[in-house]
């Protein structure tokens, strides 16, 4: 009876067999048009990248008849050119005040010069100290406005005495506060910086919370982030409450990362930079080396990743679907990418995209291949019901002789 079970099991796995290998499973989702510019574009999302070709060769847009309409890719990369200049200051006054200690700095300007600083370069005769700063600035040496706190410090390998500012400033006179300055840390020069930062064509940057699981081995966190295929991470950014200072690992990129609190004031670096780096993979590993200390409590961690625009003409009123995930095709090649800067600079609509749709369709057999899968149908038909027959004979004539 075995024999017999296991002939019928055959030729159910071959009809299997034959209904799977001809089929294929892509994706769509709607492109939600909004505005009234002829162009309209979308931004690439994870799952988009996930699911299509490497080079997105397989994506396509398609009208309302389902035919290809023309894009092209805006996909911008970095490119910044970094002009600094550097403003010499003169130490005025020190003062303390309720245990507060008060330097202020004259910048050195020539006349009719704008003396634009983004940040404070401070020279300080002290080591191994963490301080929280209270910035102010003046235009006359009277009236003092407030720019905001910082902190400074140099521990063990980490060092930080730059006060960058949240925007450019012109002020004449800065005054720098150490707060609780029982230790009597004092600041003997400053160098007024502004760096202008030229930047063209910025790249695209996302960000998502990631999906990770977390093992642990030979003293090391291995925390596995899942859904990064085909993405050109960015940033990585550990966020945690715990305090602690590690060698982290990602991607073949190694980094100290902290998060201490020394004398009241918090130092804080939990980020890597990736650098467009990427994988074909669905997960990556990041690994961190705990050594003799216990794992940290990891709250969440944020990737930054750059992202792609796709910019098609809206020549009707749709609706417009973005479809991907066909691994037959290949990149096409429109007219469209020959005006890709005018249409930039013309500008266009961005539009945002529906729930995405699976679609699973049979593949259509090449032209020059003759179809003889009705054949292979035929055979495999018969065949099982002539073994229906003999198994069915068989049954009848054992059966008569038992009787």
């Not at 162009?39 to 008849?65: F, H, M, W």
């Not at 960015?234 to 980094?255: A, C, D």
Request: proline share 3%; charged share 25%.
């Amino acid at each position: 009876m075995f024999k017999k079970w296991n002939a019928f099991t055959i030729i159910g796995i071959l009809l299997l067999v034959q209904s799977v290998s001809g089929a294929e499973i892509s994706f769509k989702k709607p492109i939600l048009s909004v505005g009234n510019l002829k162009y309209k574009a979308v931004s690439l999302t994870p799952d988009i990248y996930k699911n299509s070709k490497a080079d997105l060769g397989d994506v396509r847009v398609l009208d309302e008849n389902n035919s290809e309409v023309p894009y092209f890719l805006y996909s911008a990369m970095p490119t910044q050119q970094v002009n600094q200049t550097n403003l010499e200051t003169t130490r005025i006054n020190e003062f303390v005040k309720k245990g507060d200690t008060y330097t202020d700095f004259e910048v050195n300007t020539a006349p009719d010069t704008d003396p634009l600083a983004s940040s404070l370069l401070l020279t300080i005769d002290a080591t191994n100290f963490a301080k929280n700063i209270d910035l102010y600035g003046s235009y006359d040496n009277i009236t003092w406005e407030y720019i905001g706190k910082s902190s400074i410090y140099d521990v063990k390998t980490e060092s930080n005495k730059e006060i960058l500012f949240d925007k450019p400033q012109k002020y004449l006179y800065y005054r720098v506060g150490i707060l609780k300055n029982v230790e009597n840390i004092s600041i003997v020069g400053a160098i007024a910086c502004y760096n202008k930062l030229v930047k063209e064509n910025l790249p695209f940057t996302e960000t998502m919370q990631a999906e990770y699981q977390i093992r642990s081995a030979d003293k090391k966190d291995i925390v596995t982030i899942h859904n990064v295929k085909n993405l050109r991470l960015y940033r990585m950014t550990i966020h945690t409450s715990s305090m602690f200072e590690r060698n982290v690992e990602v991607m073949g990129v190694t980094k100290k990362l902290f998060h201490l609190e020394f004398k009241d004031v918090l130092l804080h670096d939990t980020s890597l930079a990736l650098d467009g780096r990427m994988t074909d993979q669905d997960n990556l590993d990041l690994v961190i080396d705990n050594q003799d200390d216990k794992p940290i409590k990891i709250d969440g961690i944020e990737i930054e990743y750059y992202t792609d625009k796709l910019v098609f003409a809206a020549e009707s009123a749709g609706p417009y679907t973005l479809a991907y995930g066909n691994e037959s095709l290949t990149a096409p090649q429109y007219d469209i990418n020959q005006f890709r800067d005018y249409i930039i600079a013309e500008g266009f609509d961005l539009c945002t995209m529906g729930e995405t749709e699976t679609i699973q369709t049979t593949a259509t057999a090449k032209p020059e291949a003759p179809d003889y899968g009705w054949v292979l149908n035929t055979v495999i038909i018969a065949v099982g019901v002539l073994l229906a027959i003999l198994i069915l004979a068989n049954f009848k004539k054992n059966n008569n002789e038992t009787h």
